[in-house]
C-alpha cells in the first residue's frame, strides 16, 4: 500500500493499514485553501476511500494552525462550482463510509470550523478556537454548515458564529456540541491516534453499520446544502464586489502591519 506524495497534503498509514493520518501541510500560511492545496487534500481522499483496508481517517494541520480557511492573497483558479475541488471534498466528507476523526491542533477559521460538523468526532486542544467570518470578507456558509450547525447548536448560537462572527473556544465549542472533547496539548497527536486505534479494532461491520444508521437521515440534507451552499457563492459571492473590497482592505491591513513590524 503506497500513498500518493503530495505537496500539501501529508498522508501516513499505520495500524496495520486500518488508520490514515492525513496532515494538512501549507504551515507557511496556516493550512489556507489554496487550490493546490484544496487538489492534493482531495486526491488524498480520493486514494483513502479506494482502499478497503482503511477504517478511520485522523486529519489534523501541520503547524501551529489547524486550517484558516480561504487563502486571501493568493486565489488564482479557486473554484467553488459544483464539481470544484471544494464541492467535491465535502461530497467526500459526508458520504464516506470510513469513521473521521478531526484532531483540531490549534486556531480553525472558515472552512477550518464549518467542515468539523462532517466528522464523526472532533478532538481539540485547549488554546484551539473557532470562528467563521463569512460575512466579513463576503462570502456565505459553506461545508454544508448552512444545516449542520443549526442541527448541532441551534439556530441562535449558529448565528453568533456565522452573522455576528463571534470566535469561541475550544470548551466553548464542547459546550455547543461541535467538538467531542478537549484534550491536553502535550501529546495531543498521540492521544487521537490511540483513540483511532481503538476504533480501528472494533468489529469492522458493527462499525460501518453504526455510522451508516446515524448518517442516513441526514446525509441527503448535507449533500444538498453542499450544491446550494457552491452554486450561490459560485454565482454571487466569491469575486463579487462585497468579496473584493473585503480582499482590498484586508491586504491594506497586512501591508500596514508589515511597515509597522519593519520599524521595531
Not at 18 to 40: E, M, Q, T, V
Not at 52 to 65: A, K, L, P, W, Y
Request: with cysteine; net charge positive.
Amino acid at each position: 500500500m503506497r500513498p500518493p506524495v503530495l505537496e500539501y497534503a501529508k498522508l501516513e498509514i499505520c495500524q496495520n493499514d486500518r488508520i490514515a493520518l492525513l496532515k494538512y501541510n501549507r504551515p507557511s500560511s496556516g493550512n489556507s485553501l489554496h487550490p493546490k492545496f484544496l487538489r492534493d487534500v482531495v486526491t488524498a481522499m480520493q486514494w483513502i476511500e479506494r482502499e478497503s483496508s482503511i477504517r478511520v481517517v485522523v486529519v489534523t494541520g501541520e503547524g501551529r494552525f489547524f486550517c484558516t480557511g480561504m487563502e486571501l492573497l493568493d486565489t488564482e483558479g479557486m473554484s467553488f462550482e459544483i464539481g470544484s475541488d471544494f464541492h467535491e471534498l465535502n461530497r467526500i466528507f459526508i458520504t464516506s463510509k470510513k469513521i473521521l476523526i478531526a484532531a483540531v491542533n490549534g486556531p480553525a477559521a472558515g472552512y477550518g470550523t464549518s467542515s468539523l460538523a462532517l466528522f464523526d468526532l472532533v478532538y481539540a486542544v485547549p488554546d484551539a478556537y473557532f470562528f467563521t467570518p463569512f460575512v466579513k470578507w463576503g462570502m456565505a456558509a459553506e461545508g454544508a454548515s448552512s444545516v449542520s450547525f443549526p442541527k448541532i447548536m441551534g439556530h441562535q448560537r449558529a448565528s453568533l458564529l456565522f452573522i455576528a462572527g463571534d470566535r469561541i473556544t475550544a470548551q466553548e465549542a464542547r459546550d455547543v456540541g461541535l467538538v467531542s472533547k478537549v484534550l491536553s496539548k502535550k501529546d495531543f497527536l498521540p492521544q487521537v491516534m490511540q483513540i483511532a486505534q481503538k476504533i480501528a479494532d472494533s468489529p469492522p461491520v458493527s462499525l460501518r453499520t453504526t455510522k451508516e444508521l446515524m448518517k442516513a437521515p441526514v446525509r441527503k440534507d448535507l449533500l444538498d446544502a453542499n450544491d446550494r451552499e457552491c452554486t450561490v457563492i459560485h454565482n454571487e459571492r466569491y469575486g463579487f464586489a462585497e468579496f473584493q473590497d473585503a480582499v482590498s482592505n484586508f491586504k491594506i491591513e497586512q501591508q500596514e502591519k508589515r511597515r509597522l513590524k519593519s520599524k521595531i
